[in-house]
C-alpha cells in the first residue's frame, strides 16, 4: 500500500524521530524515579525495622510479647511482621510462623521470603527483615514487606501510558500538520515558479510578514526576479533604442556622401561633405563606445582596484577640468568640500561618475546659472552632491532617467545620448553606493557612500 504523500516527507520523518526521542527520554526518566524511589523505601524500611528491634529488645518477659502484638494489632494495613522464637525455633509470639530460612541472626536488615498464613490461604512475601539473639537464648526477628514498590511500578506503567502515548500521537499529529502545510506552500511555490518560467514576470512569491527563513528566502528571491524584470524589460527595449539612436547619424551620413557624390563640384565641397559624414559616423562610435563601457562596467565583479580615494582631492581635479566649459557658458563652478573625507573604491570609476554628473549639470544649466559639487558628512555615510540651478528632474521622470538612451522632451535638442545616468547608476551599483535623484526646481544629484560594515 503506498503511502500518504506527507508520510514520506522530510518534516514528517523528522517528527517521528523526535518523537521517538522523546519516548526513550521519558522512559529513562521514569526509570530514574522507579529505580531512585524503591531506594528510599527500601532504606527507610531498613531504618524503620532497626529502630522496632531496637525498641523491643529492650523489654523483657512479657512486656516483651504484649508490645509484638500490640505493634502487630496497630498495622492496618498488614505490612509488618515480627517473631519471637525460642532457642529451639519453637514460636514464642508474632505472625511469623517460623524463622524465615536464610535470615542470619547477626543484626543486619536483609531481604528475605517468607510465607504468611492468612483467612485467604497462606501467601508468600517478599520482606526486609532483621533478626537478634536475645540474653535469654530466644531470637527476636522484626521485618516489613517492599512490595511498596510494585504498587510503584504499576503507577509509573499508568503514568507511562496515560502521559506518553498521548503525547508521542501528539509528535505524530504535529508532525503530520507541517509537513502538509510545507507541502502546500511548496506546491505553490511551484506552481508560481511555473508561471514565472512560462513568462508571467510580474509573478512573485508568497511570504508572511514574519521571522521565518522562509518568508526570508521568499523575500530575496522576489527582490531577484525585480531585478530581473528590470533587466528583461530593459533588454527588450535596448535593442529598438540602439537601433533608433543609430540609425539617425548613419541615415544622415548616407544622405550627406550620397548628396555629396551628386552635387560636389569642387574638392572644398567634397571635404565638407566628407567631414559632415565623419561627425556622423563619430556620433555612432560615441553611442556603440558608450554602451560598451556600460556593459563592462555592469558585469565587472573586480574589487582589485578598490582603494582609499580622498575625495577632496578628486573633486577639484574634477572641478579644474570643467571650469574651462563652464566658463565658456558663464557658469559659476565651484567645490565646497571642507573637510578630508576618504572612501574606499574604485578611483577611475568613481571619478568617471562623478564627472558625468558634472557635465550634465553644466550641459542642462543656462547660461548664467551655477553648478555646485559638494562634499558632506552624514549619519555613518559620505555625500557627494552635484547641484546646479537648471530646470531640474521632474517627480516624474526620476526612474525613467535612469533608462538607456533616455531623453526628455525638454532636452531633445541637448547634445547627448541619454547614457550618462546610466553609466553613472551602473558605477554606483558596482561600489554598493546609493544614487538618489532629487526633483524640484534646479537639479540635484547624491552619490552616497555608506560606512564600511566592521568585519
Known sequence: MRQP???????????????????????????????????YLIARSDIMVAKQLDYLAGLSGERQRMAIDAHLEEDSRGVQYAGLFGPGGRKLAGNLEQLPPGLRIDDSVQGVTVVRTLAAGPQTHAIRAIARRLPDGNALVIGREVDETREISHVVGQALALGLLPALCLCLLAGALLSMRAQRRVEEVNQRVRRIIAGDLRERLPYRNIDEPFSKLAVIVNGMLDEMEAMIHALAGVGNDIAHDLRTPLTRARLTLERGRTNATSLEQLQDVVDKAIANVDQSLVIITALLRLAEIENSRRSAAFGSVPLQEMLREICDIYEPIAENKNIDLRVEARDQLNVRADRDLLFEAVANLVDNAIKFTPEGGKVTIELLRGDSETIVRVADTGSGISEQERDAVLRRFYRSDKIRNTPGVGLGLSLVAAIVKLHGFRLAIHSGAGGRLEIICPDPQPV
Do not use: E, H, N, P
Not at 7 to 29: C, E, P, Y
Open 5 to 39: 504523500q506527507f508520510m514520506r516527507s522530510t518534516t514528517f520523518r523528522w517528527a517521528l524521530a523526535v518523537a521517538g526521542v522523546l519516548a526513550v527520554f521519558v522512559i529513562v526518566l521514569f526509570g530514574f524515579i522507579y529505580w531512585k524511589t524503591d531506594d
